[in-house]
């Protein structure tokens, strides 16, 4: 990505209408958003080449989320996305569907040098451009002739902006205090395979970090335990993200038929180095299910205790946090409540928790799902900080329904972001019946207005997942699913008749299909 040290390296310090800090997924997709808007903005990033944080994990390189290269839509349509959880998006035809032209056909879920080597052409195809090598060390407000903004200072120098957007992920390990913690080592500085051969290992952890780290010691460690006050809970339970993915089961199989893992619900009172002097560790743990105390003789104690967002000093100029995982509380927008013009993007977004119906999560954590929050950030960016008037195309009363079920069968933001991102059409007094575009959920019922229609897709953790219209006439919100197809057809001829009933009420105009 050429030398770090060359002084015609883009965005040097100085003032910029937005200043995005990260090269993830997340910075790359809401600077390629930014430009498409006209919205001049700097990209820093302390790495020296686009990946974030694919640059060094998954530790067993293969992703949790796949690319089909082979599915039920043409490679690089709008459709392909739902198929493709690893490709940014982009208006360009050689800059869409990225991931699968890197594949070699050995798995859906792309390695980890696959997914950074995605995001790298991504940058190359589409000609944006990062700061590498700037770290981030600083912010402060101010309040000058150009009005309020941010000072970001960076170890190349101090940058002005209006707004803010941060996407540096929940990448800063974290391990718990606790009585001999010193004798552990994070995920994050896990040892290569082949250095746990013949070893007694245990996790301090039963999510994703820890899972994943026991299958893939399974063939090397001797004995493997995993723990932690709380059950472990898997995907294919709660039927969503939620949960340890269904990839990383196998040491869980291996539990329960004897084969060698222990998985028990304790958490840890001390560890402490082993008397006679062999190096081991002697971990104590108070039993959560009833039985009595453990001491258990180990080799290594790995921290899968996950990581938590690094906001350096946001907090302390007036950005709120809240969690473990010290997660900004932000506005259905990723906007900081307590700190404006500070946005969030990435794997932050997760931050705004949109409904939860049902307690299924959205994917805001992940690529898939961050991806089209980055792409609504940046409109909205640049409609509130820059007077962008953006898009609201009319809509004709006869194509209404089409679009909907059309949308309902085939878009990849409400397929990927199920009761949390929502395409709303609304009727505009002046311009009539208009399309609005993609919206947080949260927003459309909170925000009052005009009649409108928002349309979305939810789950319900039985594995069914239906359309949901919301409608809202003379201010009140109706909430009106439809019934669920085990299929997922909802672009037949049922579902036009049960959309045009509901869109009816909304549009009196609108025809009910046969």
């Not at 910075?27 to 990946?51: C, F, T």
């Not at 690089?76 to 959880?85: I, M, Q």
């Not at 980890?112 to 060390?137: I, S």
């Not at 196998?250 to 190096?279: K, S």
Request: negative net charge.
């Amino acid at each position: 990505m050429g030398d770090l040290t060359e002084p015609t390296r883009p965005f040097p310090p100085g003032a910029y209408p937005v200043v995005v800090i990260g090269s993830g997924p997340g910075g790359l997709q809401i600077s390629y958003s930014l430009r498409r808007l006209g919205i001049r903005h700097a990209v820093i990033s302390e790495d020296p080449a686009p990946g974030g944080m694919f640059r060094r994990w998954p530790f067993f390189q293969r992703l949790l989320s796949w690319t089909k290269p082979h599915a039920p839509a043409p490679r690089g349509s709008r459709a392909y996305e739902r198929y493709d959880w690893n490709s940014l998006l982009a208006d360009e035809p050689e800059a869409r569907a990225i991931q699968p032209e890197l594949m070699d056909g050995s798995s859906y879920f792309p390695s980890r040098p696959e997914m950074e080597a995605n995001l790298t052409r991504f940058v190359e195809r589409t000609g944006l451009e990062v700061r590498f090598g700037c770290r981030w060390t600083g912010t402060s407000q101010v309040e000058d002739a150009e009005g309020s903004g941010f000072i970001v200072n960076t170890t190349d120098g101090d940058y002005r902006a209006n707004a803010l957007v941060v996407a540096v992920g929940v990448a800063q390990p974290f391990s718990p205090p606790g009585i001999g913690m010193e004798y552990t080592h994070h995920y994050a500085d896990v040892r290569p395979a082949e250095s746990y051969a013949g070893r007694r290992v245990l996790m301090l952890g039963k999510q994703n970090s820890g899972f994943e780290l026991a299958n893939g010691l399974l063939q090397w460690a001797r004995q493997i335990i995993l723990t932690s006050p709380s059950s472990a809970r898997f995907s294919v339970q709660t039927r969503s993200l939620a949960g340890v993915r269904a990839r990383y089961v196998q040491p869980y199989e291996d539990y329960v038929l004897g084969g060698g893992v222990a998985i028990l619900d304790a958490a840890l009172a001390r560890i402490e180095r082993t008397e006679g002097g062999d190096g081991s560790l002697t971990v104590h743990l108070r039993r959560t299910d009833g039985g009595g105390d453990l001491a258990i003789e180990v080799d290594d104690v790995i921290a899968a205790t996950g990581f938590v967002t690094p906001l350096l000093d946001l907090p302390s100029i007036g950005c709120s946090v809240s969690g473990r995982a010290r997660l900004p509380l932000v506005t259905p927008w990723w906007e900081s409540t307590t700190l404006p013009g500070v946005y969030f993007a990435g794997t932050i977004g997760q931050a705004a928790k949109g409904l939860e119906k049902h307690g299924v999560p959205a994917n805001s954590g992940a690529v898939h799902g961050g991806r089209y929050n980055a792409r609504a950030l940046a409109g909205r960016i640049a409609s509130t900080q820059f007077g962008v008037e953006l898009p609201r195309p009319p809509i004709a009363l006869e194509e209404l329904v089409d679009t909907i079920a059309t949308e309902l069968a085939e878009a990849p933001e409400l397929w990927h972001q199920r009761a949390y991102l929502a395409r709303v059409f609304t009727i505009d007094p002046v311009a009539g019946l208009v399309d609005d575009g993609v919206e947080p959920l949260t927003h459309t019922l909170a925000v009052g207005g005009d009649d409108a229609i928002a349309v979305t897709l939810e789950a319900d953790g039985t594995g069914a997942i239906y359309p949901v219209l919301y409608t809202r006439i003379g201010g009140e919100i109706v909430e009106r699913n439809l019934e669920a197809d085990p299929l997922l057809r909802y672009a037949g001829p049922e579902a036009r008749r049960a959309i045009s009933q509901i869109v009816r009420e909304v549009v009196p105009g609108v025809a009910i299909e046969a």
